[in-house]
Structures are given as structure tokens and as C-alpha cells.
């Protein structure tokens, strides 16, 4: 029997499986729930051999406003339960980064903050035009990851994604992203979703074998998971001495 989620959905679709966020009344806001749905959810399909891919989708009018505001503003202000909170979003991260095979995020309308980092880490990004990338959150104290940016675009340009896409001004719009080759396809509105399941079906033709040992070689090149570490101790460390704990 099929997991049945809360706020997300979980569709087959040839040998790619599709997790489509389902919070539209939050635009799809990662709360604590959700994120463990999706790390639940890349569990079960790492052992599943028919999947070969997965795609993230937020639907056709936005991507997802990333982490939720609330509880983000509840950490910061020291309000929330920031052990819980910090450790609930390394794993999340940790398990996008080390899944195995291949995760392609398909963008509508814009991907913020948090989800602006699970479409960073994700190995391939379909955009449709128009769309927009940023991190609003950096305006009220919350720090966006760096290192997957920088293995995209270089420590200078992702200090400057990082640092200044803080406000609709001054978001990254696709047309740029897909310039500066954080976005590998830019496409039209309609066909984000399709464009994604062509990209990960042209990929997959190739033996399981060679296209998992590339994304670990992928993983081992740009020794991300020893880095990520690395940067979540140093941001943990300091919001904890921003915040007294």
C-alpha cells in the first residue's frame, strides 16, 4: 500500500517518481511536517529499483516560498525549539544531498529561500521563464547555505546570490539563472513538468550503474558532504551566539 502524506503527493510516472509539494495555502512552505514527509519519502524510493529518478514539483503557479517564515522567525527570535529545528534541517539536507539517484527540480513561479537550496542541490533544475530564485529570509536573520552555490557559479557570484537576492528587486529571475547555469533548461510555463520528465528519461537510458557512479563522483569531486557539514556547524555555532544559547 502506497504512504499516504499530509502535505505532499507522491506520483509514478514511468521509472521517475514525482513529489509534488502540496501546500498551496502556504505556497508551499517546507514546515518541520513537511520536510520530514519528503525525507520519508526519498527513503522509500531509494529502495524502490523501478524508480530511477525523482522530480520535485511545486505545481504550475509556484515552486515552493521555502522554509516556513514561522518557525524560521520563532528560531531566530528564540521563541522556537532550535535544537529541533536545526536538527530537522540538517537532515533534511543531508538526505537530498547523499540520495543516489538522480533528483531533478522542476520550477513554476519562484523558489525561495529553502527551496531555493533544494533546487540548488538537486543534480538538474528545469525552470520556465519567469520565474524567480532568492533569499528573502536573509532580511529577517536567517542565513542561506553557500558551498552549493558556489560549486555553480563561483565564490564571487554566489556570495552576491546569497548576500543581495534578499527582495523582489533584487531576486534572480530563470533567464539569468539559466545564463549563469544554475538553471540546465529553460522552458515555457506549460512545460516544465513534461520537460522534466523527457530530461531525467533521457538520462536514465544510460546503465543505473553509470549514472549513480557519476553522482557519486559528482558528491566525492566537490567533497560536498564533508563542506555542508563544515558550513551547517559554523551556522548552527553562530545563530547560537546570536541567540544566547
Known amino acids: 500500500m502506497e504512504q499516504q502524506y499530509q502535505f505532499i503527493n507522491v506520483e509514478k510516472k514511468g521509472k521517475n517518481s514525482i513529489i509534488k509539494f502540496n501546500r498551496p495555502e502556504k505556497k508551499n512552505a517546507l514546515n518541520e511536517a513537511m520536510r520530514a514527509e519528503i525525507i520519508n519519502a526519498l527513503n522509500s524510493l531509494k529502495e524502490e529499483k523501478r524508480v530511477k529518478a525523482v522530480i520535485f514539483y511545486g505545481g504550475e503557479e509556484f515552486f515552493s516560498a521555502g522554509f516556513d517564515r514561522d518557525e524560521v522567525l520563532a528560531v531566530v527570535q528564540g521563541e522556537g525549539d532550535y535544537q529541533k529545528f536545526i536538527d530537522s534541517n540538517h537532515l533534511f539536507h543531508q538526505t537530498i544531498f547523499e540520495f543516489p539517484k538522480l ?19 538537486c543534480h538538474i533544475r528545469v525552470a520556465s521563464k519567469g520565474a524567480l530564485f532568492g533569499h528573502p529570509e ?45 538553471v540546465n ?19 536514465t537510458q544510460s546503465p543505473e550503474f553509470v549514472v549513480k557512479q557519476l553522482i557519486q563522483v559528482n558528491n566525492i569531486f566537490f567533497d560536498q558532504v564533508k563542506k555542508f557539514d563544515t558550513e551547517i556547524d559554523s551556522i548552527v555555532k553562530s545563530m547560537s551566539s546570536l541567540l544566547g544559547l
Do not use: H, W
Not at 159 to 180: D, H, P, Q, V
Not at 189 to 201: D, F, Q, R, T
Open 185 to 203: 533548461r529553460l522552458v515555457e510555463k506549460g512545460e516544465v513538468l513534461n520537460e522534466s520528465i523527457n530530461l531525467a528519461n533521457q538520462i
Open 103 to 121: 533528483l531533478v527540480a522542476a520550477v513554476n513561479g519562484y523558489a525561495l529561500a529553502g527551496a531555493f537550496d533544494l533546487a540548488v542541490i
Open 138 to 182: 536573509i532580511r529577517f536573520g536567517a542565513c542561506p547555505l553557500f558551498f552549493p552555490y558556489m560549486t555553480l557559479v563561483g565564490r564571487g557570484k554566489a556570495l552576491e546570490i546569497t548576500l543581495n537576492t534578499g527582495t523582489k528587486e533584487t531576486f534572480l529571475n530563470a533567464e539569468e539563472a539559466y545564463r549563469l547555469n544554475i
